[in-house]
């Protein structure tokens, strides 16, 4: 006997020996109604009458899931792996018979369906935007092919590209280069991140670069995604410009122009 049995027959067994309901609710803090229920139990029933009795009603007019409906339901989670919504959805289409979802989750759940595996969400990817024109404008170089070396700026707002070509990857080149990005940028410069370049670095490039109140944060070691736009926008000129540019022609530069106006 568990001990909400005891405690009920203790108040049937307080009961009989007073024969007065009121002390007993008062001293076992139960109501009149609660005593006298447990005792009719008991007597009409014995111990078997203090255990709990299933309170579903005998009747359910309203009951909509039958032993048909519910192999149904089943039938279509298991054959064709449907969700509660998605069942509803073909009941009422190809059986005409419309089931409350909570209907169809209270077959699924009382026949033990497992849950339906569900592939793992991928996570959301905050996309890298400056609010401010020229708040940062990435640079990087890319070798084209031997003795062709593409600099590219790119503003991290509004993806404003300006590009030159350069025989040589070196420190001289690049105040060349730099002076000619500031004058093609429609806004000012304020700061550069770039990679670890080594011409970035020479003396003449960051005292260039403080002369003219710029900026150089460079990012962390083999981090690219860090200059994503400028990376991005290299592949695209491999892939559409230099992929059928003659290399060789006089008016090279010319055409990178044009390619340059084309992509802004």
């Avoid at 064709?80 to 009941?91: F, M, N, P, T, V």
């Avoid at 595996?117 to 890298?128: D, G, I, L, N, V």
Wanted: hydrophobic share 35%; aromatic share 8%.
């Amino acid at each position: 006997m568990n001990s909400v049995m005891r405690r009920r027959r203790l108040w049937v067994q307080f009961y009989q020996q007073t024969g007065d309901a009121g002390l007993v609710c008062r001293r076992c803090g139960i109501s009149q109604p609660t005593l006298l229920k447990w005792v009719r139990r008991f007597f009409d029933s014995g111990e078997a009458g203090l255990l709990n009795r299933s309170r579903r009603p005998l009747r359910s007019p309203n009951r909509r899931v039958f032993e048909k409906e519910r192999l149904l339901i089943l039938s279509l989670r298991d054959e064709r792996k449907l969700g509660a919504r998605r069942i509803q959805s073909e009941l009422r289409r190809h059986h005409d018979l419309r089931l409350s979802l909570d209907s169809i989750h209270k077959t699924l759940i009382g026949s033990q369906v497992p849950p339906l595996a569900r592939p793992a969400r991928r996570k959301t990817r905050h996309r890298y935007a400056r609010l401010t024109p020229g708040d940062r404008v990435q640079l990087d170089t890319c070798k084209i092919a031997p003795g062709d070396h593409q600099y590219t700026a790119v503003a991290a707002c509004m993806r404003y590209r300006v590009m030159a070509i350069f025989r040589r990857r070196t420190a001289p080149k690049k105040p060349a280069y730099l002076e000619h990005t500031l004058e093609e940028m429609p806004f000012p410069v304020q700061r550069v991140p770039t990679d670890r370049g080594r011409e970035l670095f020479a003396v003449g490039i960051q005292q260039w670069l403080m002369e003219h109140c710029i900026k150089c944060r460079p990012n962390k070691p083999a981090s690219p995604h860090l200059n994503g736009k400028v990376e991005c926008s290299q592949k695209t000129d491999r892939e559409e410009f230099w992929a059928i540019a003659d290399l060789s022609s006089p008016e090279l530069e010319l055409r990178l122009a044009e390619w340059q106006h084309y992509d802004n």
